[in-house]
Structure formats: C-alpha cells, structure tokens
T-cell receptor, first 116, second 113 residues
Framework: GNSVTQMEGPVTLSEEAFLTINCTYTATGYPSLFWYVQYPGEGLQLLLKATKADDKGSNKGFEATYRKETTSFHLEKGSVQVSDSAVYFCALSDLGYGGSQGNLIFGKGTKLSVKP | ETGVTQSPTHLIKTRGQQVTLRCSSQSGHNTVSWYQQALGQGPQFIFQYYREEENGRGNFPPRFSGLQFPNYSSELNVNALELDDSALYLC????????????FGEGSRLTVL
C-alpha cells in the first residue's frame, strides 16, 4: 500500500543553519505530496504542496521538489529561525477511493528545534 | 472565511464510556475527514464523509462511527472507549474535487482513564 517515510528526529539546529528533512514515499499512480507543520498545542497547517513530478512547492522560505525518479519530497530551508521550531509531517494523497481526492497518508513527523 | 472548528478542545473519559466530538467545516468545503494522532505519531486516517455518507475508512473498528450533516458539519462517535483511544482527534475539511489538500482544525484532545 501507499506509505510515507521521513527521517526521524529530533533535529536540533542553530539559528540561520540549513535545514533538510528527508521524505520518501511509496505510491501507485500520481499522488499529490504535501508538507504540513504542527506548532506546539496546535493542529496541522499546510506548509507547501506539489501536485505533479518536478513541481517545486515553496512557502515561508521552505522548498520541496517532487522527484518521481527517486520517490522523494525532501523539505529544505536555507536559514532557519527559532520560530520554525515545530513538528513537520510529510504526506501524500491517497487517490484510492475512486475520486479525485482521498485521504492523506502521513509520515511519523520530524521534530525540529532551533536554538538562538 | 471561517476555518475548521472543533469541540470540545479537551475532555477526559473513563474506559467503557462513549464520546462525541464535533467539527464545523471551512466555508465552501463539502468533505470532512477525521484523523487520530497518538502522542509522537503522525495522524492516522479514520474515515471521510462526503454528501452525508462515509466515503472511505481507515483501519479502525466499527465502534468508531461518524455523521455528516447537510451543512457539512460532522461528528465522530467512539463507543466502548479503551485506554489506547487517548489521542488528539483532528478534523479536516476539503473540496471533493480538489488536489487533496486538507484544512485542519486544532483538534480535540481525548484522555481515557
């Protein structure tokens, strides 16, 4: 079945460091890919998305490119801030319910802590 | 634009009891999905409702049930609560014809003692 694997945390970085959180997926068809972020005590917020191969999603300085050949969607940011401290989830849309949209399958999450 | 709202935000139940969680979807959205997020884990899909009918279900037993109302709001009901049901329950709304993007509420934190 479809699945998402992301690097385990926690990840601790100093402010202005470069961030990479790896995400790989297994899927049939052509799912959309997402990164969601969860700040402490809050629900999930969409960070960025890509709907087809070679698309690059970007938001708030974060980027991820949909790589079909390596089945990856790694999250990157050139210079992290303390305010980026959160849990990041990679997800793919499961299109197995006969329509254009199914449920999302999430990875286990990667906790990022950024120190001043 | 009104976002997804959930109630209650926190609740405590004892094993064997029943619980109902509520969700109001974002304006213009016709699909509601429910997820269970255990501590330190990613959200797990429970089920999805579209046009007041269940439109997909994850690996959860029948004691997890739901409803969607004509105004697209939704309820999640869990019977015969077990200790392992302690989790954050997330509601998400979306458009059926969309790209799969979900808009989440802040969740209902359920503790089963």
């Amino acid at each position: 079945g479809n699945s998402v694997t992301q690097m385990e945390g926690p990840v601790t970085l100093s402010e202005e460091a470069f961030l990479t959180i790896n995400c790989t997926y297994t899927a049939t068809g052509y799912p959309s890919l997402f990164w969601y972020v969860q700040y402490p005590g809050e629900g999930l917020q969409l960070l960025l998305k890509a709907t087809k191969a070679d698309d690059k999603g970007s938001n708030k300085g974060f980027e991820a490119t949909y790589r079909k050949e390596t089945t990856s969607f790694h999250l990157e940011k050139g210079s992290v801030q303390v305010s980026d401290s959160a849990v990041y989830f990679c997800a793919l849309s499961d299109l197995g319910y006969g329509g254009s949209q199914g449920n999302l399958i999430f990875g286990k999450g990667t906790k990022l802590s950024v120190k001043p | 634009e009104t976002g997804v709202t959930q109630s209650p935000t926190h609740l405590i139940k004892t094993r064997g009891q029943q619980v109902t969680l509520r969700c109001s979807s974002q304006s213009g959205h016709n699909t509601v999905s429910w997820y269970q997020q255990a501590l330190g884990q990613g959200p797990q899909f429970i089920f999805q409702y579209y046009r007041e009918e269940e439109n997909g279900r994850g690996n959860f037993p029948p004691r997890f049930s739901g409803l969607q109302f004509p105004n697209y709001s939704s309820e999640l009901n869990v019977n015969a609560l077990e200790l392992d049901d302690s989790a954050l329950y997330l509601c998400a709304s979306s458009q059926k014809s969309g790209t799969g993007e979900l808009f989440f509420g802040e969740g209902s934190r359920l503790t089963v003692l």
